[in-house]
């Protein structure tokens, strides 16, 4: 079976600073992937790499067996990559509905009347329980209605492969399980394959089905959420080597 | 031959100034991601005030420059604080605003001194025999010297002092910077204040040659710009070395082939720059 | 409401040559230029999130080639508005195409030095030009009236905002805001921000023309003055008090400034820097200009 995103090699550098080195990943339909690693790992540059915003320096990225690495971040959402971001970035200006609509309009779809957008956006607000909040301004929501905003936004560019950065980051505890419910149902409903990076242990365990380790730009593990915790490497990278 | 070596030293000369003038803002640039429009104004100022100093209250030459290119400095500490920090992340406010505060500098110093060109008096006078070439003024000659020398103590500044290692840490990543206790707000205001008496002090040492009137001040900011974008932003180096090559150029290209369009050879290196290599001769590769 | 509101707007509207008398006509005129030209580089400005500074200097390539077409090869002034309109545009294109893929601080710059260099050469090809002291051109009118230039204006004015307005409203003005807010999250949203930014400023500097063309052949004389960066700073204080981002913003505040400019002319040198200091201190403490104060006041009910 042939993986949906694959990167190959990945390599980028900043100014001399290797962020990552060669770094592999397969992600397959349907699975929900998450990735970790200390800070400084090069998590989100990875996930920059993947939407083109710091394009691979060396390596390839394929969606769907398809190179990608030289498109531009909006060719590339429009191939089918949605991502959120680790400071929650909604148009804060406009309201929920213009929010989700930018996601239509960029899919660029052609065929479609106004009405039917409108229609398709509401469908997503109401997805992620935003529904009665579509004339609100985003600037005005509260972080977690911020977070489901993004996720609005993404879905509405009918996406492939949702790239989730850091989407725990700040919630409680009970909006965090509110979180993981949608993502679920993301997953399961939309048939989305997710590639989650987290630093909330707990869930990232529990909701993936396989994890991926980073440390300083480079892939140490990989395997399934029991392995990983308990590999060596994993725990060294985390702890700094330090014994109990 | 040796009408050819005037007109290049006249160039390595202006140079010299192009290069103090264009670290002022490429200092601004580097740390704030900030474009003081004012800058033009602040050259002005530095020329009006020495003058004024000198002329008006009798001060000594070199003291007149020096109060002058200090009183800007508090000027452009107080512009920061007040006009340019509360729109910090928001970088086209702060070029609205600091466009709107060149207005108004170049109005007020329209009216406070007049619409007349204004010539501080020289510290030197004579010519000097160059290599038995050509003789050379040598206030033009002093003046080469200073420019020099102020890029010399601005090396020394970013290389040696915390100001300057602060201000290549926060160049690099801000981030980092702060994390590292970098106090970024000092840094900023600094760095502002620095780049407006960078410009004075261009202004004052240029004005017992060419003097100064306020309707100059656009030409100076383009030239400013023109050099970072050549040299290459936040690059040192290329502020020297392009505003090097602007000088020369502006000054051949004047003597040569027009007067009257000496400031679009700055137009034009801006946009083949722009073209064929967007960051500049040592900038950063986007 | 809003629309008996705008009702009655464009009643008295078209009802003012009736009760100005030739001097404030002038003045509506002229105002109404500037609605023309603070809308369009709010267009770019408050919708788009770029400061250019060619905004007069488009303005200018449009009166000087409708006005030289009319004069030295007898074009008429309604063909020669749409060429200089059309040349704005394509200069526009071109002086886009350069410097917008590498971010807000080069456009600025770059619009600047063409602002410059365009104002140093109409001043110095003074054998075509006339230079500072200005080349006077046929009206579009074979018979001079005031009402009849107001009427005009009003028209074209109208026609403009019509379209900016359907413009903004629509998927495009959507693509525009998005930009405006946050130009990664729109690029990784699906939007092709250089091509937004890009048709925004291609258009607007195309509107700069036309309202450059139409307002030269009113003048009946036309100078360096009009693309200069002193005409350029009007436009943006226009833009910054009435407010910057919105829609109405610019409109009232060409309409208000130009009025008040005209009581102030009294103090002939303070005009600019009284503009400038209540530009200055709007910009610094009421970002929003003067609908955003009205609309927090509103709010505040």
Redo the contacts between chains.
């Keep these: 079976m042939k993986p949906v995103l694959e990167g190959r090699d990945v390599s980028r550098s900043f100014g001399g600073l290797m962020a990552l080195h060669r770094v592999s990943f397969q992600l397959f339909e349907g699975e929900i992937v998450g990735l970790i690693g200390p800070n400084g790992s090069g998590k989100t540059t990875l996930f920059n790499a993947i939407t083109g915003v710091f394009p691979p320096q060396e390596g390839e990225i394929l969606l769907d067996g398809k190179p990608i690495s030289r498109l531009k971040p909006f060719q590339i959402c429009r191939m089918g990559i949605g991502r959120t971001f680790q400071i929650v970035r909604p148009f804060l200006k406009m309201t929920c509905l213009e929010n989700v609509l930018v996601g239509i309009v960029g899919k660029d779809e052609k065929g479609t009347s106004r009405e039917e957008r409108v229609e398709q956006a509401l469908s997503e607000l109401e997805f992620v329980g935003l529904g009665g909040q579509s004339h609100r301004l985003a600037g005005s929501l509260t972080l977690l209605q911020k977070k489901m905003l993004e996720l609005a936004r993404a879905l509405a560019t009918r996406p492939r492969v949702l790239l989730l950065d850091e989407v725990l980051a700040g919630l409680n505890p009970s909006e965090i399980l509110q979180a993981l419910d949608m993502i679920e149902a993301i997953r399961v409903k939309r048939k989305v394959t997710i590639f989650w990076v987290e630093h909330v242990m707990g869930a990232i365990m529990t909701a993936c089905q396989r994890i991926i380790v980073l440390d300083q730009g480079r892939k140490i593990a990989e395997g399934p959420p029991d392995e990983v915790r308990s590999n060596p490497r994993v725990i060294e990278a985390y702890l700094g080597g330090a014994d109990a | 031959m040796s009408e050819f070596l005037m007109f290049l030293t006249n160039g390595l000369v202006m140079g010299g100034i192009n290069a103090i003038s264009a670290l002022g803002v490429s200092l601004v640039v580097g740390i704030m991601r900030v474009i003081n429009f004012a800058h033009g104004e602040m050259y002005i100022f530095g020329g009006y005030l020495s003058y004024q100093l000198a002329v008006g209250a009798g001060i000594p030459p070199v003291l007149s420059m020096l109060c002058s290119v200090a009183a800007v400095f508090l000027g452009g500490l107080a512009i920061e604080k007040w006009l340019i920090r509360p729109t910090y992340g928001d970088e086209m406010y702060s070029l609205i605003i600091t466009f709107i505060l060149s207005i108004i500098l170049q109005n007020a110093a329209l009216l406070i001194f007049g619409p007349y060109p204004v010539k501080p008096p020289s510290l030197v006078f004579g010519a000097t025999n160059i290599f038995g070439l050509f003789h050379y003024g040598n206030q033009r000659l002093l003046s080469l010297a200073l420019a020099a020398g102020i890029i010399g103590a601005i090396m020394y500044l970013v290389r040696r002092t915390w100001f300057g290692k602060s201000v290549r840490a926060i160049s690099q990543d801000r981030e980092m910077a702060a994390m590292l206790g970098v106090d970024h707000l000092k840094v900023n205001m600094i760095s502002f204040g620095l780049g407006c008496a960078l410009a004075a002090s261009a202004g004052a040492i240029i004005a017992p040659i060419f003097p100064v009137t306020p309707s100059g001040s656009g030409a100076v900011s383009l030239t400013a710009f023109v050099v970072v974008v050549l040299g290459g932003m936040g690059s040192l180096k290329g502020c020297i070395v392009g505003g090097v090559i602007l000088g020369v150029l502006e000054n051949l290209g004047a003597a040569y082939i027009s007067t009257d369009y000496r400031h679009i050879f700055g137009f034009i290196i801006l946009i083949g720059v722009l073209v064929l290599r967007p960051w500049g001769l040592f900038g950063k590769r986007i | 409401m809003k629309r008996a509101g705008l009702a009655g707007v464009f009643l008295i509207a078209i009802l003012v040559p009736f009760f100005l008398n030739q001097y404030w006509l002038h003045v509506a005129i002229i105002s109404l230029f500037y609605v023309m030209m603070a809308s369009s580089w709010n267009l770019i400005?408050g919708y788009t999130?770029?400061?250019s500074?060619a905004h007069a200097a488009f303005a200018g390539v449009g009166a000087y080639t409708s006005g030289m077409l009319a004069l030295y090869g007898g074009v008429h002034p309604a063909l020669g508005i749409i060429a200089g309109t059309l040349l704005a545009g394509v200069l526009g294109l071109g002086l886009g195409g350069?410097?917008i893929?590498?971010g807000?601080?080069?456009l600025?710059?770059?619009t600047?030095?063409?602002s410059?260099?365009l104002r140093?050469?109409i001043t110095?090809e003074e054998q075509w030009t006339r230079g500072t002291m200005g080349l006077q051109i046929p009206g579009v009118f074979s018979v001079y009236s005031k009402t009849h230039y107001y009427f005009l204006f009003l028209a074209v004015t109208l026609a403009f905002l019509v379209l900016m307005r359907r413009l903004l409203n629509s998927?495009t003005g959507?693509?525009f805001?998005?930009v405006?807010?946050?130009e990664?999250?729109?690029?990784?949203?699906?939007?092709?921000?250089v091509r937004v930014r890009l048709m925004a400023f291609t258009s607007s500097s195309a509107m700069a023309g036309l309202a450059g063309g139409l307002y030269g052949h009113y003048l009946m004389l036309i100078t360096p003055d009009i693309p200069s960066?002193?005409q350029m700073?009007l436009v943006?204080?226009m833009a910054?008090i009435g407010g910057m981002?919105s829609f109405a913003g610019p409109i009232i505040g060409a309409i208000a400034l130009e009025f008040l400019s005209e009581y102030i002319r009294i103090y002939g040198?303070?005009h600019?820097?009284l503009f400038?200091?209540v530009?200055?201190v709007i910009?610094?403490f009421a970002?929003s200009g003067m609908v955003g104060l009205w609309e927090k006041i509103w709010r505040r009910r």
């Design positions: 400005a999130g770029q400061v500074f350069l410097c893929r590498m807000g601080i080069y600025s710059l770059t600047l030095g063409f410059e260099i140093i050469i110095n998927d959507l693509a805001r998005a405006l807010n946050d990664l999250a729109a690029s990784t949203s699906g939007i092709d921000t960066l002193g700073f943006l204080a910054v981002g040198e303070y600019l820097l400038g200091l530009a200055l910009a610094r970002p």
